[in-house]
Each structure stands twice: as C-alpha cells, then as structure tokens.
C-alpha cells in the first residue's frame, strides 16, 4: 500500500503561483512513477504531469505545458508539481497518483494510488 497526502492548493489571482506537494509512505517511493490529475467540477478527471522513477523523464498535457514543472525529491518521498501563470481554467481539484510503469502514463485508469486531492481555484 502507498498513502498518499497532497499540500498547497488554495485560491489565488490569475497569473499567480502554486506548489504543490505530494507526500508518500508506505512503500519504496522511488518504485513509483508519480503523476497529478484533477478535476474540475462537472468534468472527468484529466491527466496534468507525471513524472518517472529518477526525474529524468517527465510529461505534461497541452494544457499546463511550459506553466508547470512536475518534479520529485526521493529522499524526502515527495512529488511537487509548481505552477505557474496560473489561469481561471486550471480550477480544480489536483490529485496525486502512483503506478510502478510509465505506459500509458495519462490513462488516470491504470494508477493504483491516489491522494484525497487539493483544492486550487483561480481567481480573474
């Protein structure tokens, strides 16, 4: 089993920032490939960023790509997705997700973990 606990949502103004943090225990952190989704109310769950087992490989959906940084820190087990630019569409609850295979890394169906998710609303 993996737990895992996300951090750092809130309401912000657009073209503001937010960090945010995914804490994991429970198994060997640096096993899992690691990824954010979220949810905007009345709409499915998308696929944001992952992340795989060393940092070196990452992915970003066209939505967030070159206003978001997804990265990791093995040692504190932990997953930060920074965003930045933020605007009024990226209102949403953020999840954190864990899997041990980077394929089909935007398919939210294959993850095994997920967190409670974290609110984050932008305000225009």
């Known amino acids: 089993q993996v737990q895992l606990i996300e951090s750092g949502g809130g309401l912000v103004q657009a073209g503001g920032s937010l960090r945010l943090s995914c804490a994991a225990s429970g198994r060997t952190f640096s096993d899992y490939t690691m990824a954010w989704f979220r949810q905007a109310p009345g709409k499915e769950r998308e696929f944001v960023s992952a992340?795989?087992?060393?940092?070196?490989?990452?992915r970003y959906s066209d939505s967030v790509k070159g206003r978001c940084t997804i990265s990791r820190d093995n040692a504190k087990n932990t997953v930060y997705l920074q965003m930045n630019s933020l605007k009024p569409e990226d209102t949403a609850v953020y999840y954190c997700?864990?899997?041990?295979?980077?394929?089909?890394?935007?398919?939210?169906?294959?993850?095994?973990?997920w967190g409670q998710g974290t609110q984050v609303t932008v305000s225009s």
């Open positions: 992340i795989y087992l060393s940092g070196r490989n990452t």
């Open positions: 997700a864990a899997r041990t295979s980077f394929i089909y890394i935007e398919d939210a169906a294959r993850y095994d973990y």
